[in-house]
């Protein structure tokens, strides 16, 4: 079993940067591919960054490429989203999800989710 919690969301004006932290309970994590989904009011939950076993495989949706960077600390059991150059449009929850699989889909019942961090870009 794996525990996700997520930290490091807030309020900031447009242009400005955040780091999202998702740590993981469970000594199997650092094994699991894992991902940062997002949903804002009236949307559906959708894909941003995600990385897998090895931190050289990384994913980004279009919108967020140059701007968001994922990573991951294996001592720590954490992993991180640095998102920079922050857009109104980017105002979410964002989530953390966790599988074995071997792609970026990730089950909302078979896999591990955390609660979620608030994002608000706004001046």
């Known amino acids: 079993q794996v525990r996700l919690v997520e930290s490091g969301g807030g309020l900031v004006q447009p242009g400005g940067s955040l780091r999202l932290s998702c740590a993981a309970s469970?000594?199997?994590?650092?094994?699991?591919?894992v991902a940062w989904f997002r949903q804002a009011p009236g949307k559906e939950r959708e894909f941003v960054a995600g990385?897998?076993?090895?931190?050289?495989?990384?994913n980004y949706r279009d919108s967020v490429k140059g701007r968001f960077t994922i990573s991951r600390n294996y001592a720590k059991n954490t992993v991180y989203l640095q998102m920079n150059s922050l857009k109104p449009d980017d105002t979410a929850v964002y989530y953390c999800?966790?599988?074995?699989?071997?792609?970026?889909?990730?089950?909302?019942?078979?896999?591990?989710w955390g609660q979620g961090t608030q994002v608000t870009v706004s001046s």
């Open positions: 990385i897998g076993q090895s931190p050289e495989i990384t």
């Open positions: 469970g000594r199997t994590f650092n094994t699991y591919v």
């Open positions: 999800a966790a599988g074995e699989g071997t792609s970026w889909y990730f089950d909302p019942v078979d896999d591990f």
